[in-house]
């Protein structure tokens, strides 16, 4: 590795990190777009474990290797924030403790908390599950026949995990969830303006979506499981009923 720095906490005169290899006015857009993870590596391995990428008229701080790992265990929650990223997309979710959103020992306490409902294992015990509704989906498909890949895909992901975590697939309100969380995330991360989170089509799809999942909340309250029998929403409401 070259040019690799050693950054000191608190340091008020510490160089401006190195710029990333790019061409002018499109900066890195293109390797970016073509081969994210192998420029990125290419990068870290010239400029060290701090650089700048520049991609049109936007600029990133890259902390990349083990370096960074180390950083981030050691002193992340002093110097970085998931907040003020993820402070929109908690809102519209109407959800005060989003992980994503919070840090330092809340962050901490809820990932202690997900840890066991999003394990391997958990997944794994009802792998037959999803390998069933697979199966369901293989079954309407006709010899000749001709699809688009990645609506496929992604509504089969959707009834997966609706069925492996919550106890039900999306079923109708499918479209709904894909514009709402399309959106939502393209806004959170810059992709879109924010003016996106006031348009109509997506109001009523975030409408939809969180009026399904109160009515699931209110049926797993009317008919409570324990933690072990339940599906992910009993776990929650059992956690939330420990940890208030």
């Not at 066991?116 to 010899?143: C, G, N």
């Amino acid at each position: 590795m070259t040019n690799a720095m050693t950054w000191q906490s608190g340091l008020s005169q510490a160089p401006a990190p190195p710029l990333a290899d790019g061409i002018p006015l499109l900066g890195s857009a293109l390797p970016l777009m073509n081969d994210p993870l192998t420029f990125l590596e290419q990068q870290y391995l010239k400029h060290g474990p701090v650089f700048t990428v520049k991609a049109l008229n936007r600029r990133f701080t890259v902390l990349a290797g083990p370096e960074a790992n180390q950083f981030l265990t050691a002193a992340g929650d002093a110097h970085l924030s998931g907040r003020y990223t993820w402070a929109t997309f908690a809102d519209e979710i109407e959800s005060k403790y989003f992980l994503a959103a919070i840090d330092g020992e809340p962050h901490s306490r809820m990932r202690k908390i997900l840890k066991k409902p999003y394990s391997r294992t958990a997944i794994m015990e009802q792998l037959p599950t999803a390998v069933t509704l697979t199966r369901t989906l293989l079954a309407d498909w006709q010899p000749g026949a001709t699809f688009v890949v990645f609506p496929t895909i992604q509504r089969l992901i959707g009834e997966q995990i609706g069925r492996l975590l919550l106890g039900s697939g999306p079923g109708d309100y499918f479209p709904d969830f894909v514009l709402f969380m399309r959106t939502l995330l393209n806004a959170v991360l810059g992709q879109w303006p924010k003016i996106s989170l006031r348009l109509p089509p997506y109001r009523r799809a975030k409408a939809r979506v969180m009026q399904l999942a109160a009515d699931m909340l209110a049926s797993h309250r009317a008919q409570p499981k324990s933690a072990d029998d339940g599906d992910l929403i009993d776990y929650l409401l059992a956690a939330s009923a420990d940890n208030p």
